[in-house]
Nanobody, 124 residues
Framework: QVQLVESGGGLVQSGGSLRLSCVASGRTFSSYTMGWFRQAPGQERKFVAAIRRDGAITYYSDSVKGRFTISRDNAKNTVYLQMNSLNPEDTAVYYC?????????????????WGQGTQVTVSS
């Protein structure tokens, strides 16, 4: 069992930056693919970014590519999402997800564990 706790959300002006963190419980964090997803009001949860267990491979949605960076520190059981050039369309609850796997997945149904989410609001 893995428990995930996100932090770092908040209110930011358009063009600003935020860094989200997700801390995982347990001693096998380095065996998990980690992902970030987001869900805006009235919309389905959508893929944002994912990172392989060793950090060597990352995937991004087209909407955030070039603005967001996913990274991880296996020694700290933490995955990060650096978000730059934020715009109001990035407003959503952001969720961290984990799957014990060798590959990298972009679909919500592929992940087994989820955090409770952190709100990101970007004002225009």
């Amino acid at each position: 069992q893995v428990q995930l706790v996100e932090s770092g959300g908040g209110l930011v002006q358009s063009g600003g930056s935020l860094r989200l963190s997700c801390v995982a419980s347990g001693r096998t964090f380095s065996s998990y693919t980690m992902g970030w997803f987001r869900q805006a009001p009235g919309q389905e949860r959508k893929f944002v970014a994912a990172i392989r267990r060793d950090g060597a491979i990352t995937y991004y949605s087209d909407s955030v590519k070039g603005r967001f960076t996913i990274s991880r520190d296996n020694a700290k059981n933490t995955v990060y999402l650096q978000m730059n050039s934020l715009n109001p369309e990035d407003t959503a609850v952001y969720y961290c997800a984990a799957k014990q796997a060798a590959g990298v997945m972009t679909q919500t149904q592929s992940y087994d564990y989820w955090g409770q989410g952190t709100q990101v609001t970007v004002s225009s």
